[in-house]
């Protein structure tokens, strides 16, 4: 059974409850999972004064994985009903936000699913996590490790990402 590796963020309302509310809906569909440490960062794609917190999740299911996908979704709406995008399609603030990080060293390249995640090796918020529940995971193209990939990334101010306890 491959393993899925998913990150949650969330930058309105409480942003805790949300990220509760999502993880237990995760675990009844999918069963047991492990869990980061959640991580604080400025919106990526986007202007707001909202900052995200983010945690990681592993997880494994014999489910193909559009239908993974699909059923994360169900769980991203059923939390957040309001889409992602403003109507000109840039990104907006969003009670949650689920995207599947990885799947083992899968590599999926489809018009609903990318694997993987297109933006993984550059956002300090998938990597952190990433690290803490999976720290032998390689990129299946890269063959890097999450360590690997954030210690090629420009150092940040403190202000900008911060490591925070779930």
């Keep these: ?53 983010n945690v990681a999740m592993l997880f494994q299911s014999d489910m193909q994985p ?30 949650i936000d689920i995207d599947i990080v990885a799947i083992d060293d899968l590599t999926i390249n489809t018009p609903s699913l990318t694997v993987p995640h297109p933006h993984l090796a550059d956002r300090r918020f998938f990597l952190e996590p990433l690290k803490e529940i999976a720290p032998q995971w390689k990129h299946p193209v890269s063959g890097l490790t999450a360590r690997q990939m954030l210690a ?13 306890e779930a």
């Design 1 to 53: 059974m491959p393993y899925y590796i998913i990150n949650i963020g969330s930058n309105i309302g409480d942003r805790r409850l949300n990220l509760s509310r999502a993880m237990r809906a995760v675990g009844m569909e999918f069963g047991d999972f492990e869990m980061s440490h959640a991580v604080e960062s400025k919106p990526a794609g986007f202007d707001s004064p909202h900052r995200f917190l």
């Design 66 to 95: 559009q239908e993974v996908l699909e059923r994360l979704q169900s769980i991203e709406k059923s939390l957040s009903p309001e889409p992602h995008r403003n109507p000109d399609g840039t990104y907006r603030d969003r009670l």
């Design 152 to 164: 090629m990334l420009p150092t940040e101010n403190p202000e900008e990402t911060e490591e925070n």
